[in-house]
């Protein structure tokens, strides 16, 4: 995402005077029904993983979603790249290629290697 992106979600709430509203409580809720909502595309769906004849769906409610992160982050003064790079950091210090490939498993259930199918 690029920070004229940002910037323009920004905007449109500044031009709108939503900044009063927007304290992280509220925003926290709103990042939370917006993911709901995501997550209702795929609601009683047989084949949970097909999404293509869902996409205009998806998008609209995965730019809400993303666009509250926005608001939220910066409500609580947050740069999105450094936490983003931060979190990576801390993901490959707890997901190591050589125990985390091809693995669904938590971090505290890894096993010895997992890449090339011996554990």
Excluded at 22 to 33: E, R, W
Excluded at 48 to 69: G, H, P, S
Aim: hydrophobic share 35%.
């Amino acid at each position: 995402m690029t920070q004229e992106t940002i910037e323009q979600v920004l905007k449109f709430r500044d031009d709108r005077n939503w900044k009063q509203f927007h304290n992280p409580k509220d925003l926290a809720i709103s990042i939370c029904l917006e993911a709901a909502e995501l997550l209702e595309v795929f609601q009683w769906s047989a084949d949970d993983v097909r999404c293509a004849e869902k996409t205009d769906k998806i998008r609209e409610e995965l730019a809400d979603v993303v666009n509250y992160c926005i608001l939220m982050a910066d409500a609580c003064g947050l740069d999105l790249d450094e936490i983003v790079q931060e979190k990576i950091r801390k993901n490959a210090e707890k997901y190591p290629v050589e125990k985390a490939y091809g693995s669904k498993e938590k971090y505290t259930e890894l096993k010895s290697e997992h890449r090339g199918g011996a554990q």
